[in-house]
T-cell receptor, first 115, second 116 residues
Framework: GDSVTQMEGPVTLSEEAFLTINCTYT??????LFWYVQYPGEGLQLLLK?????DKGSNKGFEATYRKETTSFHLEKGSVQVSDSAVYFC??????????????FGKGTKLSVKP | DTAVSQTPKYLVTQMGNDKSIKCEQN?????MYWYKQDSKKFLKIMFS???????INETVPNRFSPKSPDKAHLNLHINSLELGDSAVYFC???????????????FGPGTRLTVT
């Protein structure tokens, strides 16, 4: 079935370090891919998205490229800040049959950035 | 203005009670959703409504029932609450999806339900 696998956390980095959070997926058809971020005590916010193969989503210094050949959508940022500390969710948007519009989430990766 | 709002933010109640969580969106979206986030932060969709019709109904207990009085509201009613219902419940909304296209979902701040 459709699923998302992301790297287990927590991830702890120093400020200005490089960040990669791995995400791979299994899906029927041609899904859209998303990264959401959840800051402590808040709801989820869309960070970036990609709707087709080779698309690159980017926002606030974060980037992810939709790789169909490796079924991946890894999140990267060149220099993290303390304010990036949050839980990051990779999600798959289904676009077929009765599941159209449904989002399948990964289990989330908690990022802590130390000053 | 808050795009997707939920009330209450916190809800503490006893087993066996019936409770409701309200959700409203002012984005003009056609589709609304309810998600459950467990203690390990795992998110799973429970329901979605499109133009007042239930279009996704995952395998949740029938004690949970979504009610949509209009396109801007999707409330969640829970009967006979159990300890295992303790979680954070998120409401979300999106534009109506088109064949081959998926729109991002906008989430509310969540309602933390604690059943004692």
């Amino acid at each position: 079935g459709d699923s998302v696998t992301q790297m287990e956390g927590p991830v702890t980095l120093s400020e200005e370090a490089f960040l990669t959070i791995n995400c791979t997926y299994t899906a029927t058809g041609y899904p859209s891919l998303f990264w959401y971020v959840q800051y402590p005590g808040e709801g989820l916010q869309l960070l970036l998205k990609a709707t087709k193969a080779d698309d690159k989503g980017s926002n606030k210094g974060f980037e992810a490229t939709y790789r169909k050949e490796t079924t991946s959508f890894h999140l990267e940022k060149g220099s993290v800040q303390v304010s990036d500390s949050a839980v990051y969710f990779c999600a798959l948007g289904l676009n077929y049959g009765g599941s159209q519009g449904n989002l399948i989430f990964g289990k989330g990766t908690k990022l802590s950035v130390k000053p | 203005d808050t795009a997707v709002s939920q009330t209450p933010k916190y809800l503490v109640t006893q087993m066996g009670n019936d409770k409701s969580i309200k959700c409203e969106q002012n984005l003009g979206h056609d589709t609304m959703y309810w998600y459950k986030q467990d203690s390990k932060k795992f998110l799973k969709i429970m329901f979605s409504y499109n133009n007042k019709e239930l279009i996704i109904n995952e395998t949740v207990p029938n004690r949970f029932s979504p009610k949509s009085p209009d396109k801007a509201h999707l409330n969640l009613h829970i009967n006979s609450l159990e300890l295992g219902d303790s979680a954070v419940y998120f409401c979300a909304s999106s534009q109506d999806f088109l064949t081959g296209g998926i729109y991002e979902q906008y989430f509310g701040p969540g309602t933390r339900l604690t059943v004692t």
